[in-house]
C-alpha cells in the first residue's frame, strides 16, 4: 500500500473532525460548496467523487471512490444508499465513457505529476464526452512568488492554469480562485468584512495569486 493511502487509512476516524471542524476547515468547505453549487446546479446523470475519503462532498455525488478501506467505511456509514469503490485512482473499475462527471477535492495536491497525468487519463477514459472533471489544486503561480518549498508529498503539488491547458484531452472550460487572504489567521471579526474583498480579488487578474484554484475541465 502507498504511504498517502497508509497516511489516510491512519487518519480515517479523526478525518472530519481534525480537518473540518474548526474555522480553517469551515471556510475552505462553505467556500467549495458555493463553487460546487453553481457547477453542479442541474446534478445531470452520474456524478463519481474521486478520491472521496469520508464523504465530506458525497452529497453532491452517486458513487464514491477512494484507495482507502478505512476512509470509505467512514463514507459508507454517512451514505449507506451510493456506490463506493475501493479503487486506485488510475484503475477504477468502471466502463470507458459511463460517467457524465468527477468531482475531486484535496487530492491532487498529494499527488506528483506523473500521478496527476495518469489520473487525468483514467478521468478520460471513464468520462463520457463532454462530461467534466472539477478539481482543486494550489496555484503554482502563488507558491512561486512566495518561494514555496515541498517537505512531503503532502500537499506538495500545484499547477498553474498554462500548465492544465496543455492536456491533449479536456479542455478549461471555467476557473475560479480560492482564499486570497490567509483568511483563517484573521480575528473573526475581521473575517465577514474580509470575505467578500477576498471573492472578489480571487476571482479578478489576481485569480493565480490566490492560495488554490477549482478548474473544471471538459473532455474533448
Ligand atoms: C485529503 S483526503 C480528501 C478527501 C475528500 N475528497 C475531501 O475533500 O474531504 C485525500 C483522499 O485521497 C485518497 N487517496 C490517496 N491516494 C489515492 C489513490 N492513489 N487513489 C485513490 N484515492 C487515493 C485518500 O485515501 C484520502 O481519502
Known sequence: MNEIVQYYNDLASTYDQDRFDNSYGNFIDSQERKILDKLLIDKKGQILDLACGTGRLLN?????VDASAQM?????????????LQNEADAILLADNSID???????????????????????????????????????????????????????????????????????????????FFPIHRFPDLCRKFLLPLDSFLANSFLKEYSSYLIIELEKK
Open 101 to 179: 462527471t468527477i468531482i475531486s477535492f484535496h487530492f491532487f495536491m498529494h499527488l506528483d505529476p506523473n500521478k496527476i497525468d495518469q489520473v487525468l487519463e483514467e478521468s478520460n477514459r471513464i468520462l463520457k464526452k463532454e462530461g467534466r472533471i472539477i478539481f482543486d489544486i494550489p496555484s503554482r503561480k502563488r507558491r512561486n512568488l512566495l518561494g514555496y518549498k515541498k517537505a512531503n508529498w503532502h500537499g506538495a503539488s500545484s499547477l498553474s492554469i498554462a500548465d492544465v491547458k496543455s492536456d491533449p484531452n479536456f479542455i478549461i472550460k471555467r476557473t475560479y480562485g480560492l482564499l
Open 72 to 84: 470509505i467505511a467512514v463514507a459508507k456509514r454517512k451514505f449507506p444508499e451510493k456506490t463506493f
Open 60 to 64: 453532491y455525488a452517486s458513487i464514491g
